[in-house]
Nanobody, 123 residues
Framework: QVDLVESGGGLVQAGGSLRLSCVAS????????MAWFRQAPGKEREFVAA????????DYADSMKGRFTISRDNAKNTVYLQMDSLKPEDTAVYYC????????????????WGQGTQVTVSS
């Protein structure tokens, strides 16, 4: 059984920072590509950032470049999302995703998903 468990969400003021973590179990993390997505109320789930299996390739949505940093520690089966300079429009549930084949921005490419962690940014 594959489980992805996110943590680190919470309430933060605009301009603040949070670091999200996602621990994967039931997977050999060095064989999977990992990503973060988010979904705000009434909106579709959108791509945030992705990292390939080795950590050598990273991709970010344009609105997150320079503010968010994705990283991974395969020894800990964990992927991180460091979020700085947070804005109220970053408020959403953030989801961790994994897939053995695809390093992608597309929701449909990812086979495994976590339950999400809420991030709320107050103005």
């Amino acid at each position: 059984q594959v489980d992805l468990v996110e943590s680190g969400g919470g309430l933060v003021q605009a301009g603040g920072s949070l670091r999200l973590s996602c621990v994967a179990s039931g997977l050999t993390s060095s064989n999977v590509h990992m990503a973060w997505f988010r979904q705000a109320p009434g909106k579709e789930r959108e791509f945030v950032a992705a990292v390939n299996w080795s950590g050598s390739m990273k991709d970010y949505a344009d609105s997150m470049k320079g503010r968010f940093t994705i990283s991974r520690d395969n020894a800990k089966n964990t992927v991180y999302l460091q979020m700085d300079s947070l804005k109220p429009e970053d408020t959403a549930v953030y989801y961790c995703a994994a897939d053995r084949r695809w390093f992608s921005r597309s929701v449909s490419r990812y086979e495994y998903w976590g339950q999400g962690t809420q991030v709320t940014v107050s103005s």
